[in-house]
């Protein structure tokens, strides 16, 4: 439409012409949104409704035993995997060595010596 039609038009006319152009849009981004996940679909495999991929199945990972304990509480372990805990990041800070916190090879359990 031309700018002197709109002009020239009621406001009763242009909230008219406001509403189905809004409903019109609606309808066009529901249609592609639909496109898109079917699309999604037919690439990874995956459903539309979640996110979990269909016919993999996670490789279980060993478990893994601990490495490190504090000294000062021998309940809080550390398998060496992921962050630093807390207690272990002070104590280097005060100048120990890693090392020194490791528990003994026999004590970690069977499947701990590869």
């Excluded at 199945?57 to 490190?68: A, Q």
């Excluded at 120990?96 to 701990?112: C, E, M, T």
């Amino acid at each position: 439409m031309e700018s002197k039609q709109l002009k020239s038009m009621s406001t009763d006319q242009l909230m008219d012409l406001y509403q189905k152009v809004q409903l019109m849009l609606a309808d066009k981004l529901q249609a592609e949104k639909a496109k898109i996940e079917e699309r999604l679909h037919r690439i990874e495999g995956r459903s539309i409704e979640g996110s979990t991929i269909e016919g993999r199945v996670r490789r279980p990972y060993p478990p893994v035993l601990p490495k490190y304990k504090n000294p000062k509480k021998p309940t809080e372990i550390w398998s060496g995997r992921g962050k630093q805990p807390l207690w272990l990041r002070e104590q280097l800070k005060t100048g120990k060595r890693l090392d020194q916190f490791l528990i003994a090879v026999g004590r970690r359990g069977s499947g701990a010596a590869r």
